[in-house]
């Protein structure tokens, strides 16, 4: 057992607010007229001050009240990130309603779901696009009572009872504010620590998602657990790009930013983030592992095209990089050769991937190969790894750039406690703990244990430092027909260290062996391909070709080689389609789903076997 020896009620408010939203109330008032938000349009950064949040939040609080939204009632967002995002999820969660996002990526039948799961009445939609959404399955939405669109483009001519635009929204606010002033700080001041600051549905990766309930509580303490170990500063510029429908994206774009008063820049969207990684340049940045693992694979790319000097030169700046980030007491020899591999290389390799400024890059929601993160230590980007689940309101455990501990996910924040019940679970104590599911109290009593604590669901270990390393899912484990326990992260984490491949999904329960299913990285395998002049003519027939069996096979024989006789990958497939974040078989984390995977490619699995 592993426990924090901290008085918990240090931990319990921020700045002397318990609420999120009274400190968020607070840095607007004290912020003023400075930048708090950056978007795009038309091309080019616009800036919005910490006025315009709380203005156009109060607009929208008082036009939910006059909806008839009450305390403790859910409000949806469908929409990808944009400063109006943050504008509902505040303006609701200032007069106690629920902000609960939706993946911009979901079907109709699954925004049907959530609605009816949550009982929203109001649903906030990005554009047309996300009302057909709305429009397709809205018999099966009877709770709705008013749909609000954020873009008028493209329905100049569109009317409906139910539905209404943001601009119209902000006019009823006003209205109301000018009728009667002063009731969305009345309603501010209502709520409480225990309230639900926000509703997160789980990504569903087993059955429906259910929606987990974030107190005012939970935040409070991440900021201030967080802000002892993580460094954010006023000066901080910060990308958003992960959906922030996601627990991670929102406690480091939002609520992070609010303890803080550092100004957000959001992507313009999912296939811009390298671009707008290399505008904005910023200071900490949180990504998961197929982000860092895209970088990585795109500096390979880069190496290959630089020819035989160039690609010379890279690879002694990276093996002095490696030296100099491994060495405790580096000599005078390996600080000079290291400042001229920086001058001459590594630094305008960290300007390009807009890394230059990063203090601190942050990888969350999915296990990440520890060779990755000495190859940005070598690069000199210090990408530490965190843990932490929807249910522990974001963050659990960290490392710190000054103590990063390689191969684990670092030691619990203060007033967290961490323990390992007898089948191997890692259970999780502390502020952290979220409210329970909405509506499921038979599902929040089987997370839980008796005396209170958090069943994760992953397997890991303890070390004496207090650093936890997770070893993988419960449910993942794979027991092969010989009886032997695996668990498949370790081996998927080293196979995706390959530029050339982009995910994995070990396969082995109740067989004879383990074999594995690959899903090839589109980028770097065609470039492979081409310049070999190996003939495809689409993404299916890339996965055909024999040389590419054969680079990914090399790939599998070089994993096995770390790996005991009854780890090692027997046989393994191409995945020959190519999945987005709109397929099932994927999370909006861009994790595979085992079950799915296992299901949609059965006849794969057991032609292995």
Not at 245 to 256: K, Y
Not at 364 to 370: E, F, K, N, T, V
Not at 491 to 507: G, Q, T
């Amino acid at each position: 057992m592993e426990m924090s020896p901290v008085n918990i009620s240090e931990y319990l408010s921020f700045d002397g607010h318990e609420t999120i939203t009274a400190l968020w109330a607070d840095r607007c008032a004290k912020y003023g007229d400075r930048v708090a938000h950056r978007e795009k349009e038309l091309g080019i950064w616009q800036a919005y001050s910490w006025r315009d949040y709380y203005d156009h939040a109060r607009k929208i609080g008082r036009a939910l009240q006059k909806l008839g939204v009450q305390k403790g009632e859910p409000v949806l967002i469908l929409s990808e990130d944009r400063r109006e995002w943050l504008y509902i999820d505040l303006g609701t969660a200032a007069i106690g309603g629920i902000p609960a996002g939706v993946y911009t990526t979901d079907s109709a039948s699954q925004l049907a779901y959530l609605c009816q799961d949550s009982g929203a009445r109001v649903l906030f939609v990005e554009n047309d696009e996300q009302l057909d959404k709305y429009l397709e399955a809205r018999a099966d939405m009877p709770g709705i009572e008013k749909v609000v669109v954020m873009e008028r483009e493209g329905l100049a001519e569109f009317s409906d009872p139910q539905v209404m635009f943001l601009d119209e929204l902000y006019e009823m606010g006003d209205a109301e504010e000018a009728s009667t002033p002063g009731k969305f700080e009345e309603a501010m001041k209502t709520i409480r620590p225990e309230d639900p600051r926000m509703l997160i549905y789980t990504s569903g990766t087993t059955g429906p998602p259910k929606g987990a309930m974030i107190t005012h509580r939970n935040m409070i303490f991440q900021l201030k657990a967080g802000n002892e170990l993580l460094d954010f500063r006023e000066t901080d510029n910060l990308l958003c790009f992960l959906p922030l429908c996601h627990v991670l994206e929102r406690l480091v774009s939002v609520e992070a930013p609010i303890a803080n008063g550092c100004t957000v820049n959001f992507a313009e969207s999912p296939e811009t983030v390298f671009d707008n990684l290399q505008e904005v340049s910023p200071d900490s940045f949180a990504g998961v592992p197929r982000i860092w693992e895209k970088i990585y694979s795109r500096v390979m790319i880069l190496r290959s095209e630089a020819g035989p000097v160039g690609a010379r030169a890279f690879d002694w700046a990276l093996k002095v990089g490696t030296r100099y980030s491994q060495a405790e007491n580096p000599g005078t020899g390996l600080r000079l050769a290291h400042w001229i591999a920086d001058v001459t290389v590594l630094s305008n390799l960290r300007r390009m991937l807009g890394l230059a400024n990063a203090r601190r890059v942050t990888s969350g929601a999915a296990p990440i190969s520890p060779d990755l993160i000495h190859w940005f230590a070598a690069l000199g980007v210090p990408l530490v790894e965190g843990y932490g689940m929807t249910e522990t309101a974001g963050v659990a455990t960290v490392n710190t750039v000054e103590d990063n501990r390689i191969g684990t996910v670092g030691p619990a924040l203060p007033g967290v406690s961490l323990r390992i019940d007898d089948n191997g679970e890692l259970l999780v104590g502390g502020p952290c703990v979220f409210g329970g599911y909405w509506n499921k109290p038979e599902k929040t009593a089987e997370t839980m244990t008796e005396d209170g604590w958090l069943r994760t669901g992953d397997v890991g270990r303890i070390g004496n430092d207090g650093a936890l390393t997770i070893t993988g899912r419960l449910k993942d484990i794979i027991i092969t027909a010989g009886g032997k326990n695996i668990t498949p992260a370790e081996i998927e984490s080293k196979l995706k260290f390959s530029p050339y491949i982009s995910d994995a999904v070990v396969i082995g329960d109740r067989r004879k062996y383990l074999t594995c299913l690959v899903m090839i990285d589109q980028e770097n395998v065609e470039k492979f391909a081409q310049d070999r002049q190996i003939p495809f003519s689409d993404f299916a027939s890339l996965t055909r070709a024999q040389e590419v069996r054969d680079l990914i096979g090399g790939v599998v024989a070089a994993t096995n080689k770390d790996f005991a006789q009854v780890e090692q990958i027997k046989d393994f497939r191409l995945i020959d389609v190519l999945l987005t974040a709109e397929d099932e078989e994927l999370t909006p984390t861009m994790k595979l789903k085992r079950n799915f995977v296992n299901q949609r490619h059965a006849a794969l699995i057991d032609e292995m076997y």
